[in-house]
């Protein structure tokens, strides 16, 4: 499949702990981006990760690249209860039309106060 | 100033019915998108336009049609509406395809009964 796998499912974590998620995917990425969902909202751009890239960080975010295991991770340190939403890789496929960016199903994250 | 914009946020209608969803971006972006979100958080891209071109149609049924006025706007129309047209419809702009971060507006909810 082209889009970007995102593990696990779920994730539940008490406030004040890290957080961290994987995306995995099969095919050559010009880039790979990762949103986030708030319950009944659109999506928020958080990081975009160049394939000649291995690490970004913005805040609390950190994200990993690896073009050799075709895996991305992020993590999100003293997590919050507002960092309760979805969290989704997306993949802007190499040689693939500039215009379509893939999705995976999220990871969805709970924070417990 | 909202920068992607949607409206309605909620629309119940009919089957059989014919419907449009509206959206606007201010951010002077050229390219425009519309996603499909399904029940399991699933979003796949159905249509991407630049400078008011289609550049992508997801095979997506031909009772969608999108329309693009200007660069700002994107419109969604969909025709004789069926109940697995039911889902989140997400409009997003970008400054030229995906190699960049896209923006996505609050989505609106079509139920169709």
Known sequence: ?113 | DTAVSQTPKYLVTQMGNDKSIKCEQNLGHDTMYWYKQDSKKFLKIMFSYNNKELIINETVPNRFSPKSPDKAHLNLHINSLELGDSAVYFCASSAGGFVTEAFFGQGTRLTVV
């Not at chain 1, 961290?20 to 990081?47: A, D, E, F, P």
């Open chain 1, 1 to 113: 499949s082209q889009q970007g796998e995102e593990d696990p499912q779920a994730l539940s974590i008490q406030e004040g702990e890290n957080a961290t998620m994987n995306c995995s995917y099969k095919t050559s990425i010009n880039n790979l981006q990762w949103y986030r969902q708030n319950s009944g909202r659109g999506l928020v751009h958080l990081i975009l990760i160049r394939s000649n890239e291995r690490e970004k960080h913005s805040g609390r975010l950190r994200v990993t690249l690896d073009t050799s295991k075709k895996s991305s991770s992020l993590l999100i340190t003293a997590s919050r209860a507002a960092d309760t939403a979805s969290y989704f890789c997306a993949l802007k496929l190499r040689g693939s039309n500039d215009y379509k960016l893939s999705f995976g199903a999220g990871t969805t994250v709970t924070v417990r106060a």
